[in-house]
């Protein structure tokens, strides 16, 4: 499971799944030595942390950006349970999303500033697919059909007060009809753009993690599809 916290991505894991311990600029022991935040820098392995440990870290990244933090990785013992117990500690928000192909484009929108992919929080008895193709039509004004599942991303943010934990799935989707394509202002959306993998990973510099994530799995996917 990645979360994205103040566009930090960070990764829990069983402990034996942590095989190569040189791509870490810093590990942190949480038994021995507690979470100390002036070894939060570049990219963090934290082992033996409990769960309090993470709740704080993770309360501390959502509150404050920490500058110097590349990505945090928790090692446990119980990932499974570990998950269960971060889902408690948030209220859950779903949201869905899709990218659009056109032959070898897909279809960015930029909004407040940063390229991004459409997406947009489930309606009451609403499924992830339905939702990602009605806020994919709605903010485009374009026609697609419902491709496979690509992931699902995390991020937490604050919302009166309380800790949100929003859960976005993201699905290919293939263009039906672009002919009426236009942007939906009224939420903030300034452009939509057909861009090619190049321009794609260039764009998505001025994007969020989480979104070049999402791309990264898009093409891994296809990539599988094309080879199978």
Known sequence: ?????????????KLDEVQNFEQY???VDGKRDGIDTKKLQDDVLVVNASKEDIDKLLQLMTKKKLKDLDAVTFAVSKRKATINHLKEKFNIV?????VVEKGDQILLIHRLGK??????????KETPEMAAVREVEEECRVKVLLGEKICATYHTYIM?????????????????DDSQMTPQKEENIDELRWMEIRDVRASLYNSYRSIRHV???FYKVKREAYNS
């Open 25 to 27: 600029n810093h590990i």
């Open 115 to 124: 390229w991004d992919f459409p997406k947009g929080k489930l309606e009451k």
């Open 215 to 217: 791309a990264r799995e």
């Open 1 to 13: 499971m990645k979360i994205f916290i103040n566009d930090i991505p960070v990764s829990i894991k």
């Open 160 to 176: 009166n007060e309380k800790y949100i934990l929003k859960k976005t799935h993201w699905y290919r989707m293939d263009l039906i």
């Open 94 to 98: 779903e949201a869905a999303g899709g």
